[in-house]
């Protein structure tokens, strides 16, 4: 089961969610969350998937552990829309990597950027975002909130 990661004490307060991990073995080898304190929940493999294909995410989670998604679909399909979405994915993981430039897993973060730079916009469907054609390409890539 993968692991939903939030900042602590913020149950019921929106944007508390910072992470996600694909299991354990993977938050235990997290060297940034790993230096605070953290709120931790699991979630389902299907939630992981969609957070991966920027389906759904979470967004707060109350007193019983009970998470609040949100689904970022958005109604703007034009090629703008897409491209804007395409060049914020790719700035999330330049912010990461400017900030935290001696991380363990640079390789894979690279590879996450070299995916994202891949896809073209104008091929997208409806409601079809860039993290979706990403994770159809490899599952396994690193999305962003993934690195711990």
Known sequence: MAILIFNPSSENQPNSFIGVAADQAA?????IINQEAIKTITC???EFENIKRAKDYPISYDSNDVVTWQNPTTEDNSLEAHQQEKDSQIAAYNNIK???PT???MSQIDAAISLVEAVDPATLTENQSVLD???NQDNNYLHWWQIL
Not at 27 to 31: I, P, R, T, Y
């Open 44 to 46: 389902t493999d299907a």
């Open 133 to 135: 054609v990403v994770y």
């Open 98 to 100: 400017d900030r935290f």
């Open 27 to 31: 938050l235990d080898a997290g060297v």
């Open 103 to 105: 991380y363990p897993l």
